[in-house]
């Protein structure tokens, strides 16, 4: 009985050997997959799906009136880990509000900092520029972006999805995504 | 004789070759020196810090909330897992737990982790080899993780998704299918990479006993991960010091015998099937529940419940109440905008032309003198000064706002406080063990941090894997014990 | 003046007939070059499709519809790239360096027939540009002085990567060029003769149609030593890029590279070209192909040797599609220990076969 075992061993070890089925096997695998379709996005004609709550390039929330929230409390700037939000305050007002976007690492503490939701990371990621002060945001730019990237209802679905955290996460909310079983 | 004559004539030395920083295979910027005799390695010395940003050092001037993102740029490839052990380490250090729920998300994101770095690791080190195709295979399976990854918190890469005391949202339901969906088809795929190469003869031949180490002297050389268990030794911290949710998981070690290349591959290979299984084990058994530990010290507050001052609508304004006012000047300190002016010992006042109504001095304030004015905005001192109400009369919801405001604020200023001591936290990140050691004095910043990166020790064994073998053995070698550049130089 | 008193007529017609021979040839190389550029240009676009599609991507798409004009691109790149010249490098071998690899490359496309000659007003037009008896030897003769081209390049680069990829490369070309070499001896031995016309005209008439039946071993190691010959994956140890870099052209930038670039791949069609001649019956179709499907006569004789060429084209890319790179001793020991004496053994059995042939047949 072992004889035999060993016997077909070595002959299927020979067969391996001088039939190169391996290779023929990997060959027919990438000649299959020759005709399969592509993964391939044509970037500029095509773009993927950007998941909501993508961490782009940075907004200053507006309220319904059309004013900045920002009210300049400095908390994203102190947050910061590579601190650079510079804020200035003027006249009752936010005077500047700069974000170095080369030096900001995307990692959305400045949101989760925010107790008065006045800013977002939209799903903005195309900005690359010839000019350093064109990707230097300023007020302005950043206000422009909340119009741009985030209108209408997108914002206030931004806020509660993503300004975290909210009394929810410390209960248990309905509707909470569970496992619902194999579908057939 | 007439070979000393020779001798003498001709000196022979071994070439010195410069393989990196700048190199197709070196994996990022790991430099090796190499002194080849023909094509054989004679020595080699692999020089790190190319990459160097101070991790662990900038942590010391950061707060334990903070530093976390610094932990994504560590293993880039593998973030995730870099994350998890942080907050593993962090949560420890407080003496807190989070909640069942996190810790099954966390385990599974961390497993996702796992599979796209081990894809990553398989893709390179075919492409070292020479199977370009197996590089884009496991690259189509990666997108899909990391894909995962931006539903759940926005970021491919850099996900700096769980929280200390949790994670930082709870996970959609569309990502439990998908993954689902993923861990379904991904068993296939794997058969698809192992078609190419498994039993490829030209793979076995580059990996069969090449770069073989014992496990004795894997041990004692510091491995960790599937690059110690290739030797034999079933060493895995998520099967011997469980934290998340692995205790809670079934799921097997896989193990090598001879210690060389091959079984390293193999290990990783089966690794992945692992990882599929528990994160299919996990879904299924998926708690409902909170994502946040519910301790105000350690974790941000709901930012719902401070809406009653900080929503727009509201239009404070913020008055001190003279009466209370010592004339500490605190307030006036705390004001970004230089708004509260005021003698020493004398009732401060604040000026409402310049106010912004950030709540600085609202949360600064020791006294109960800064008080709240709901729809105050753009009224004069003296109609303010009318509305206002001591702080304790205020309706409910607002004393709440505020008090949580007051937390949110000390929280990202000086950070939780961590209590005194040193601990050391290790994790089973796919590259190994990562360690987190941490001395505390007390205050909201580590004294020390200290990192143990598996890239790093397993750079030091390259020459104990590569002498001896050919030139083209050190692509594999470099490639076989998984190192990203990024946690090797911190 | 009369122009019989200048010259005979017999010599004018010697002359014209002279004239006439000449401006055919210049028009033949005129013809393959340009032709055998653009297929060698395409070929580099056959490639990163074929390799794309395989690997799950498009490949090519942005320069012309599905990136047919790619290949252009990339010459006009090459073209206007700076020409880097390392500062201690051997400035003169440095530069000829690829002008040998490129010419011994190049000059192997005169020897390779594409079809049968044909007549027109009397003069008879053979498709190759110069019909030698030899062409076999000469195609080895050129691929041997390619590697003058590699190899100095590796040394004047005086880098260490391209010192290495040369020496690599001199001692694969000499172990497979033998293996090739003894390889194709079945086929001399079958066919009777050198002439490569002559050994499709053999084919055509044997009982198989083609040597790829009777000569299955020689044209297994044919392949494998081609593809080592060619530096082409799983051989491609003198350029292994994740080994060393690029390399023996590790140093070259611009229309110098371009010149190693497109070496490679006109090395890669005559090494196809050969396989198509020597073994897949050229031009020509087996017998019972013809027979079965009678019309297909119809078809030229050189649309079948361009698919048969580039069915052997695409055999190269899917190999490099499919496989890892062998290590450098690994590919050393295959070529002396397997594939050198399996060839012998080859020689052996078909010249005893030819001897036993000639004796009982006859």
Known sequence: MEHSVTVREITKQIIKRFTFIEILQGMALTLRKMFSRAVTIQYPKERRHIAPGFRGQHALAKNQAGRAKCVGCGLCAAICPSQCIHITRAKGQVDKYEVDILRCIYCGFCVEACPYGAVVLTENYEYSDYKKENIYMKKDKLLSNWDKYMPGKKGEEYFDKFWRPLSEDFGTPPGQSVFKGKKE | MIQKEAEKIFETRELNVNMGPQHPATHGVLRLVLDIDGETIVKVTPYVGYLHRGIEKLGESLSYFQALPLTDRMDYVSAMSNNIGYVVAVEKLFGIEAPERAKFIRTIVGEMSRISNHLLWLATHALDIGAMTVFLYCFREREWLLDLFEMICGARLTVTYPRVGGVRNDVPQEFLESLWKFTDEFPSRILEYETLIDQNRIWLQRTVDIGVISAEEAINMGMTGPTLRGSGVPYDIRKHMPYDAYDKVDFDVPIGTKGDTYDRYRCRMLELRQSNNIIRQLIEKLPPGPVMVDDPKFTLPPKDKMMPITHPTKEIAYFILEKACKGCGMCMRACPAKAITGEKKAAHKINQALCVNCANCLVTCKFKSVTVVSGGKGLSDEKLAELAVAPDQLPEDIKQAQQLLVKQFEFIKKGPKAPEGDLYVATEVPKGELGFYFVSDGSGKPFRMRLRAPSFIHAGCLPRLCVGHLVADVIAAIGTIDIVLGECDR | ?362
């Not at chain 3, 594409?114 to 030698?132: E, H, L, N, Q, R």
């Not at chain 3, 030899?134 to 260490?160: D, H, P, Q, T």
């Not at chain 3, 496989?323 to 590919?331: G, H």
């Open chain 3, 1 to 362: 003046m009369d122009i019989n008193n200048i010259i005979s007529p017999q010599l004018l017609d010697a002359f014209i007939k002279f004239g006439i021979n000449v401006l055919v040839i210049i028009l033949k190389i005129v013809v393959v070059l340009a032709i055998g550029l653009l297929h060698v240009a395409y070929a580099t676009y056959f490639e990163r499709k074929v390799i794309g599609h395989m690997q799950v991507r498009l490949g090519p798409m942005r320069v012309g519809p599905h990136g047919l004009l790619q290949p252009f691109a990339d010459g006009l790149k090459l073209f206007f790239k700076e020409d880097i010249v390392p500062a201690n490098a051997d400035k003169v071998v440095f530069y000829i360096a690829p002008i040998i690899f490129m010419a011994a490359s190049m000059v192997n496309l005169s020897v390779i027939p594409f079809s049968y000659g044909f007549t027109i007003a009397d003069f008879t037009i053979s498709p190759v540009i110069a019909d030698i008896n030899i062409g076999l030897l000469f195609i080895f003769a050129m691929a041997g002085m390619g590697v003058y081209g590699i190899f100095i390049s590796g040394w004047a680069s005086n880098s260490k990567y391209a010192f290495l990829g040369g020496l690599r490369s001199a001692a694969q070309v000499i172990s497979y060029e033998i293996a090739m070499g003894l390889s194709l001896v079945g086929v001399m031995i079958m066919a009777g003769s050198l002439n490569l016309t002559d050994i499709v005209r053999a084919q055509e008439e044997s009982v198989f149609g083609m040597f790829a039946i009777p000569q299955i071993v020689g044209f297994i190691i044919f392949t494998i030593a081609a593809v080592a010959e060619t530096n082409r994956t799983p051989f491609d140890m003198p350029e292994a890029e994740s080994e060393l870099v690029a390399g023996y052209f590790t140093e070259y930038s611009g229309f110098r590279f371009a010149l190693f670039f497109l070496g490679e791949y006109i090395a890669m069609i005559i090494m196809a070209s050969m396989a198509t001649i020597c073994f897949l019956g050229g031009w020509t179709l087996p017998w019972y192909i013809t027979q079965v499907v009678p019309f297909i006569n119809y078809v030229p004789g050189i649309v079948w040797f361009l698919m048969k060429v580039y069915a052997c084209i695409f055999f190269y890319y899917w190999i490099r599609a499919t496989l890892p790179r062998y290590r450098y001793d690994q590919v050393m020991g295959i070529g002396w220990k397997i594939l050198i004496p399996v060839a012998l053994a080859n020689i052996l059995i078909t010249g005893l076969v030819k001897i036993i042939m000639t004796m009982y047949g006859a």
